[in-house]
Structures are given as structure tokens and as C-alpha cells.
């Protein structure tokens, strides 16, 4: 989830969503986005397999296979409320499910959902007292971990192809893409927090190059990405020279889990080791996840699940139906349940009175030690 924070000011307001009325572009992105999904789950599924057939599979779960996929169903929620405490010293874990599980649902139902949900982030963590400079660096460093994690998950999965003998000349292309992604990623996180000038001049070029876009649309310059950049720099080193180790182990984590939930939905649905190994499932999971990176339709509904069916039907054309079931099951176990939980972790935001903080709490908190 990442974003261009510098561009506002250490302790500014947290945002408001909602605060904007509906535009007529946001209106056009919602209906576009509603053909796409329409689309994809009226048309294009069912050209893998009968919803009949899916529905079938589905009914074929046993109990102790239901319970098992609803343990890591929950085992997964835990590790991102984890990952954001390793972020965000002072979080609790109560506190971390409310802030992962009502963002989360926000980014999972509404177009550019990730950046209405930033602004969500700033409101919930404001009102508990969290500076704007804590919430800033919270921010920046998750979407730090979480990029250069997409972009090495499908290196990891090149290797494990190539051990099981199953490399094909598109995964390889793939791969190499997205290892120069990586190589790229990594040089300017290296260099931005070698050099503060460069960190600076970073910082200007981006805001030149947002302004230019900006001035198209009659839209005012940013300013003080430079600054900001220097600031983030200096904030995130004295964050990640502590947690660095957490930091990766709870993101890694987090993407095991995700994909365990995958694996054992494709063997409850009979899709065997030898049908699907679990090095393909992996390779589909790993790219798959890269296109949750563009945000067509709200938290990648539709596009992802296609992706998944398409990349895992490829390895096995015979048990397309078992396939599409399980696809159909993980996505609603780790996409679908996000909603109705968020919607209740946002009541519990708005209930919780005891969790608010004093208007000067946010001061107080810039002097608690981030290796706490």
C-alpha cells in the first residue's frame, strides 16, 4: 500500500474519507469496474467450468476439511495484524485487527479502495493518537515490505519450478521481469537511504513529474517532496535498524499463510500433488498476486480470480471444474470474508470510546521510542 506521503506535512490531519462528493469520474470508475467484474464471473469463468459443477465440488467438503481451511483462513488474518504491529510500535493487537480488517474491507469493495483506505488508516490512527509522522512512516514502510515482497515471490517460485522440473520459456520471461523490477526496487531503496541528497533530489523529481500531470487537470503543484523525502528517510532508518528482522519475517509470513489457504483449497477439492504440485500452485500464487498491484476493480475481484484459474488449468486441463471451486473458495475465505469483518471492526472503531486519546496525545506519542 504504498503512496506518496511525503507530500504531506509531518503532522498534518488525517484525511477524511468521504470528505469529497462523488465526481462524475468516480461514478464512470464504479460502472466500469462493475462491467468488469460482471463480465469476468458471468462470461469468462464459466468458460472454464459450470457453476453447477463448482457448487457440487464444493458440497463434497467434509467437516474436518471445512474447519481446517477455517483455521487458516483465521491464521492468515492474524499475521497481517502481526506484520502492521512490527510497523507500528505501540499498536496492540486488538487495535491492529480493527485498523488491518476495516482498511482491508474498505480497499476490497470501492474503486482506488487502497488510497480511500490510506485516508482511513490516518483517521483511525489519529483518533488513538498516533502522530501523522507515525502514521506516515507505518505506511511508507508496509508498502515497502509488501512491493519488494510481490516482486520476489516470483523469483522464489522461478527456483522452485526449476527444482521440480517444471520451468516453461513464459514463467522464465516472467521471472526476469520481475527480477529487474526487483534489482530496480532495491537500488533506489538503497540509494535513498545511503544519501540524503539523493533523497531529496528523488523527492523534487517526483513532485515535478506529479505537478506536470497536475497542471493537465488545472490542478495545483505539490510541494516539499523533497523534505519529506529526507524526513521519511531519517524515520524509516530508525525504524527498520530495530525491526527490520520482524518487519520481514511477519510480511513473509503473511504470504505463506495466504498461499496455504490455496493449497490445502485445491486438495480438499481433490486436486492432487500430481495433477497440481505444489511448486505450480505456488508460481500461479506468486504472479497472481502481482496483478493485485493494479487497481482495474476494488482489491483485484474478478481480474485475480481469472488469474488464478487461468495460471492453474494450465498445469491440469482435466479438473478444471475442481479447480475453479477451489479458486472460487480461497478467494471468498481470504477476499469475501475481509468485507462483512471489516464492516464490523469499523463498529468497533467507532464504539470503542476508551480507545481515543486526548488532541495533545499525538505530541506525547512522538516521544515514545519506536524500539519499545
Do not use: C
Amino acid at each position: 500500500m504504498a503512496t506518496p506521503i511525503a507530500e504531506q506535512p509531518a503532522e498534518a490531519q488525517a484525511p477524511s474519507p468521504g470528505s469529497k462528493n462523488l465526481s462524475w469520474k468516480r461514478i464512470v470508475g464504479y460502472a466500469i469496474s462493475v462491467v468488469i467484474v460482471v463480465a469476468i464471473f458471468a462470461w469468462a469463468i464459466p468458460k472454464f467450468a459450470d457453476y453447477a459443477d463448482v457448487i457440487a465440488w464444493i458440497r463434497t467438503l467434509t467437516p474436518l476439511e471445512s474447519l481446517s481451511l477455517v483455521v487458516a483462513m483465521l491464521f492468515n488474518l492474524v499475521t497481517y495484524w502481526w506484520a502492521n504491529q512490527a510497523a507500528l510500535p505501540g499498536l496492540g493487537i486488538g487495535k491492529a485487527a480493527v485498523l488491518t480488517q476495516t482498511t482491508t474491507s474498505v480497499a476490497n469493495t470501492l474503486p482506488a479502495g487502497g488510497a480511500i483506505a490510506i485516508g482511513l488508516t490516518y483517521s483511525i490512527l489519529d483518533s488513538w493518537g498516533f502522530s501523522g509522522t507515525n502514521v506516515a512512516l507505518y505506511v511508507g514502510v508496509t508498502g515497502i515490505w509488501n512491493i519488494f515482497t510481490k516482486l520476489g515471490l516470483p523469483v522464489l517460485a522461478l527456483v522452485l519450478l526449476a527444482l521440480s522440473g517444471h520451468l516453461t520459456p513464459a514463467y522464465i520471461a516472467a521471472a526476469v521481469v520481475g527480477v529487474v523490477a526487483l534489482g530496480i526496487a532495491v537500488a533506489l531503496f538503497a540509494l535513498v537511504f545511503r544519501s540524503e541528497p539523493f533523497a531529496i533530489r528523488l523527492g523534487d523529481r517526483f513532485a515535478r513529474v506529479v505537478s506536470w500531470f497536475k497542471h493537465l487537470f488545472r490542478r495545483p503543484p505539490v510541494s516539499g517532496w523533497g523534505q519529506g523525502a529526507a524526513h521519511f528517510r531519517r524515520d524509516t532508518i530508525a525504524l527498520v535498524e530495530h525491526r527490520w528482522f520482524r518487519l520481514t519475517w511477519t510480511t513473509v509470513l503473511s504470504q505463506v499463510a495466504l498461499f496455504t489457504v490455496l493449497l490445502l483449497s485445491l486438495r480438499a477439492l481433490g486436486v492432487s500433488e500430481h495433477e497440481v504440485s505444489t511448486a505450480e500452485a505456488f508460481a500461479v500464487y506468486a504472479f497472481s498476486r502481482l496483478l493485485s498491484a493494479v487497481p482495474i476493480t476494488p482489491g483485484g475481484v474478478g481480474i485475480i480470480d481469472l488469474g488464478y484459474i487461468g495460471g492453474l488449468t494450465a498445469f491440469d486441463s482435466t479438473e478444471k471444474a475442481q479447480i475453479v471451486a477451489a479458486v472460487l473458495l480461497f478467494r471468498l475465505l481470504t477476499y469475501g470474508i475481509q468485507i462483512p469483518i471489516g464492516g464490523f471492526t469499523y463498529i468497533v472503531w467507532r464504539a470503542k470510546k476508551d480507545w481515543r486519546r486526548p488532541a495533545d496525545a499525538a505530541a506525547q506519542r512522538e516521544r515514545v521510542s519506536y524500539f519499545s
